[in-house]
């Protein structure tokens, strides 16, 4: 055993990895939806290994600059996540949600930082108290950071091994009910005022003309459809594709064969008795008012029209905080269906009250001259590229450097953003800018969770591999009681408070709000159980705002939680 646990020590990358390997696993397990997360688990791994090795004597460090060096790349893709959201936030229509994010965060910090003065809790409890009762691991880095920039120093007789490990400890005491409370709280906190989350949600839906789009799965129902038609009404005849459609805008004709030539369907074609149309519009338009036109016949060449797919990025201006049900005046309204939304990652209801904004990305089928049409008219058709713009990415990060080089007075110190929060911002800045240039900066979602994903999973583990050896002798039950205590207040209290400054002062539907109030925590999970609880996917309407607020204020908030404690 000590053979294997020197040998470990002796090839740290090998046992780097090992940690991260195990941690994914081990997270991975649950228990009634409910589980450690790799995340959490990379500090229970990293820290009890090196607990374990430490009994035989033998003592694991992993490199620093290699800690350093994977949270910066977390923070720089974190930055490249939340940006366009971020940024969409600042106008008028998310100021509610916007509040609501910041009313949380700041009362998070101040139960976190009034609970560790008040308790006289050990340097690094703040940090690690803040970053689990919220579940915002990317705090235990910005707590890292204002340690080891030396804007916090460790009291005497304290190491910065010692702070690290408390911040880890703190961390994976509190990171349960971090997660399993605010899961309970936007799942109940409606029936706790007398509320029914599906008839808030039903009466939102029905109000904005919200379409619950859950997937049913396969299915043979198609809501949009092509037939052909034989044109034998005279007062039909006669008459442009225009000035049908003027008529019945309900249809289009996107096929017109006349004899054995196909027309195709330019507006002023004239339509002609025993001309085969081919009409398209929604299934339940399709099966009336038959005598328009004529029979239905076969019409296999008049249908042969190309389908295409597309996602479709929003980045025109014009369109920005145009309804969804504005569309349908446009001449590709009935030729292209929208069958998903996405905002920030996350889909969306489809409703005719829906707001488009810049970065949103709608999945679309349809006829391959209204695809095109639509791309030009919405934005650009987001191309699927595995390539990823290295370049950008390089003078990304030295941009988020040289931010986090400068410094101010505050507090009777020197302080600034640091490494950390300036990468943050620059990632805000690169991908708001990508939002506008369609060929600049190209970073595939693949790419960007590779720099979250690993970035974060390997920063922690190091820091629960560093800090495992110290925990044993810092820990005691009241200890890790009164973190315990801190940490349920820090949880708990923060969406209470949102709920009711949403209900009462915002005046905001139920199931809305329950999504809100998961966005403001930065954790889609509530948001998932939200959807569920309400059977709609209204909450999700709430959650991108507050969600790219919350991300930004709680991963600095570790650095300010440290500051402000101590």
């Not at 597309?310 to 049900?325: F, H, N």
Request: net charge neutral; glycine share 12%.
């Amino acid at each position: 055993m000590i053979a294997l646990l020197q040998y470990l020590a002796d090839y740290p990358y090998v046992l780097l990895f090992l940690v991260v390997g195990l941690a994914v696993w081990i997270g991975g397990f649950t228990f009634k939806g409910y589980g450690l997360g790799s995340v959490a688990g990379a500090i229970v791994v990293g820290a009890g290994l090196s607990a374990f090795a430490a009994a035989f004597g033998v003592t694991y460090k992993l490199d620093e600059f290699t800690k350093s060096l994977f949270y910066y790349l977390f923070m720089y893709g974190v930055g490249l996540r939340v940006g366009p959201s971020f940024l969409n936030s600042l106008n008028a229509e998310a100021f509610k949600y916007v509040t609501l994010a910041v009313l949380s965060c700041i009362t998070a910090l101040a139960i976190t930082v009034i609970g560790v003065r008040y308790l006289n809790l050990p340097m690094g409890t703040a940090g690690g108290i803040l970053a689990g009762s919220n579940t915002m691991s990317a705090a235990i880095g910005s707590a890292q950071q204002a340690i080891s920039s030396g804007i916090v120093v460790p009291p005497a007789g304290t190491t910065e091994d010692q702070v690290s490990a408390m911040i880890a400890l703190s961390y994976g005491i509190t990171y349960i009910w971090g997660t399993v409370g605010i899961v309970m709280l936007c799942k109940y906190l409606p029936r706790w005022w007398g509320l029914d989350a599906r008839v808030e949600a039903k009466r939102y839906e029905t109000e904005h003309g919200v379409a619950n789009v859950d997937d049913p799965g396969i299915t043979g129902f198609q809501p949009f459809g092509m037939r052909a038609y034989r044109l034998v009404q005279p007062e039909t005849a006669g008459q442009t594709i225009h000035q049908f459609r003027v008529k019945y805008p309900q249809y289009r004709i996107l096929n017109v064969r006349r004899g054995d030539e196909l027309l195709g369907a330019d507006p002023n074609l004239v339509l002609k008795l025993e001309d085969v149309v081919a009409l398209g519009g929604t299934a339940e338009d399709l099966t009336s008012n038959m005598g328009i036109i004529g029979p239905e016949v076969p019409g296999n060449r008049v249908l042969n029209i190309p389908i295409d797919q597309a996602e479709i990025l929003v980045t025109r201006k014009d369109m920005i905080g145009k309804k969804l049900g504005e569309l349908r005046s446009e001449d590709l309204a009935g030729q292209i269906q929208l069958t998903r939304l996405e905002r920030a990652g996350h889909p969306q209801p489809i409703g005719r009250d829906f707001k488009l904004q810049r970065r949103d990305v709608l999945y679309v089928t349809g006829l391959k001259p209204a695809v095109d049409e639509a791309a030009r008219i919405l934005g650009v058709v987001a191309r699927h590229n595995t390539s990823t713009d290295l370049v950008t990415l390089s003078f990304g990060m030295i941009l988020g450097f040289l931010i986090g080089a400068i410094q101010f007075p505050a507090f009777g110190a020197s302080i600034g953003l640091g490494n950390a929060g300036g990468l943050l911002l620059s990632g805000i800045i690169v991908s708001s800018i990508s939002s506008r240039l369609r060929y600049f900066g190209n970073t595939p979602n693949a790419a960007r969770n590779i720099l979250e994903d690993m970035g974060l999973l390997v920063f922690v583990a190091i820091v629960g591999v560093n800090a495992g050896a110290g925990l044993t002798s810092q820990i005691t039950g009241d200890l890790a009681l009164k973190i315990l205590l801190v940490g349920f207040l820090a949880c708990t209290i923060p969406p209470i408070i949102v709920w009711m400054v949403g209900y009462y002062v915002f005046r905001m539907n139920a199931a809305l709000l329950m999504g809100a109030t998961a966005g403001a925590r930065s954790h889609s999970g509530p948001a998932r159980e939200a959807a569920k609880e309400a059977d709609s996917n209204v909450p999700w309407l709430g959650f991108p705002v507050a969600y790219a607020v919350s991300g930004v204020l709680l991963t600095v908030g570790g650095y300010f939680a440290m500051l402000l404690a101590h």
